[in-house]
């Protein structure tokens, strides 16, 4: 079993792992909008 402190460090790691994902995700979004002049959801449901 992990201790408390042992817990928080895992969870710190998965945090900032899914932080650098979420951040690649939202430039590849802003780019694209960038690309493409402005954002609709017909757009949204083509580049997701």
Known sequence: MLTD???ADALALI???Y???IKLYLQ???K???KIGHL???NMVTTC
């Open 28 to 30: 590849k979004v802003g």
């Open 15 to 17: 945090d900032s792992r």
């Open 19 to 21: 932080q650098k994902v």
């Open 5 to 7: 402190e042992q817990l």
């Open 32 to 34: 694209t909008i960038n």
């Open 40 to 42: 609709s959801q017909s």
